[in-house]
């Protein structure tokens, strides 16, 4: 199940770090190829940063545009950055330490279990 490979993939870790999800969003529909293309490489900025005191998460929407999770993909190849379609929703919410996105209602179901969640938004929407 979803949970028991999130589980094996959080014990296989050789140290354990507090935990950031990043839920993705199909942004590509909304905002357009540049804005992903302008996003992307800031995301990943910021979490290379991190991942030293962390363990980063992303984990793709259901309905994720195919060139935005190949560009993702790639993007954090090579790097300590967990990329996920499979792990569960809800049981990643619990198990965050932040729970991070553009624009989701899984920073509102965050909120509601008192979570601590950051949307990330580039245009000042």
């Given at each position: 199940?979803?949970?028991?490979?999130?589980?094996q993939?959080?014990h296989?870790?050789?140290?354990?770090?507090?935990?950031i999800?990043?839920f993705?969003?199909?942004?590509?529909?909304?905002?357009?190829h540049e804005?992903?293309?302008?996003?992307?490489?800031?995301?990943?900025?910021?979490?290379?940063?991190?991942?030293?005191?962390?363990?980063?998460i992303i984990?793709?929407?259901?309905?994720?545009?195919?060139?935005?999770?190949?560009?993702?993909e790639?993007l954090?190849?090579?790097?300590?950055?967990?990329?996920?379609?499979?792990f569960?929703?809800?049981?990643?919410?619990?198990?965050?330490?932040?729970?991070?996105?553009?624009?989701?209602?899984?920073?509102l179901?965050?909120?509601?279990?008192?979570?601590?969640?950051?949307?990330?938004?580039?245009?000042?929407?």
């Amino acid at each position: 199940s979803a949970k028991v490979e999130f589980d094996q993939y959080i014990h296989s870790l050789p140290v354990k770090k507090p935990i950031i999800t990043f839920f993705t969003e199909n942004l590509i529909p909304i905002y357009g190829h540049e804005y992903w293309a302008n996003f992307c490489p800031q995301l990943k900025e910021t979490f290379i940063k991190l991942e030293k005191d962390f363990t980063i998460i992303i984990k793709y929407h259901p309905d994720e545009d195919p060139h935005g999770k190949n560009a993702m993909e790639e993007l954090f190849l090579g790097t300590g950055v967990k990329t996920s379609t499979t792990f569960n929703t809800q049981y990643l919410i619990q198990n965050s330490d932040l729970c991070v996105a553009h624009f989701s209602r899984v920073l509102l179901e965050a909120l509601q279990i008192e979570k601590p969640v950051i949307s990330f938004n580039l245009n000042g929407d």
